[in-house]
């Protein structure tokens, strides 16, 4: 099952502590990164199993099909859901504590230490945290990229024809949402007839082309409408959407709440950061 996930408000990417007793085969375009802080958790990623157990870490890859089950004791777990854009767009990252040496201790130890920090930083909320951090991320990702990337999706031997289109796909999206996208454009792209490329998407995300595609668009506009003092109807158009109405409506009813209250608490957070 195809996972869209949406991001908190003030951060464009997803931190949480939970307890999990199964989560069945999932796959998201986001990278996952999982600290297990108490306990342990049995994950399964791409037909691959793995006992994790307090202190390990694992980075599951964009679009990995992912499991997690509970061990026989309880758990604790941080996760940590962000764009793969962070890491370049398709770099394919193996960062496993499970078969961690002393060799590469030191390089697991810094993930560890960071991430303590950005929970820190995010309970605390002190003025200035969310760049402090976003910046923590970064240099986070910058450090998964250069110590444990092993190369990228497109020249991964292992990796599926299917899964390689799909990347290809998501990342096109991501990059391109704010442009006229329709099914004849990737289907072009990809060499593949309109009815076959309908039929891929839908089979592999679960849901249509296009409605995956208003999804996306409509996350991008969420965040623009929280960090920028952009109009609606400019925010919509950027985004890529042809009719503003249905965008306003659309971006209404995905929030619960009228745009003036959105922006009205947006205004709210920024004067207590000051």
Known sequence: MYEFIKHPDDLPVKLFVNS?????????????????????????????QF????DDIIVINSMSVHQIERTQEDNVLLTWQFNPEWLGGDALIECNSTVQSERNRSKYDRIRRDLARIVQEMNKKAPGYRSYAIGRMQLLCGHLVRYFSIGTIETSPTASDDYK?????????????SQKITLQTIADQEHLSLHYFSHFFSDKIGIPFQKYLTLVRLEKAQEQLINSTNSITQIALDCGFANVKFAMCRLISSRSMSIP???????????SRQ
Not at 165 to 170: M, T
Not at 261 to 271: E, L, P, Q, S, V
């Open 51 to 54: 006992i994790l157990h307090q």
């Open 165 to 177: 289109r799909l990347n290809r796909i998501l990342q096109y999206v991501d990059r391109n949402y």
């Open 20 to 48: 999990v007793n199964h989560v069945r085969f999932h796959w998201h375009k986001e990278v996952e990164m999982i600290y297990v802080l108490q306990g342990s958790v049995l994950v399964y990623v791409d037909q691959r």
């Open 261 to 271: 209250i959105i922006r009205t608490a947006r205004g709210k957070r920024i004067r």
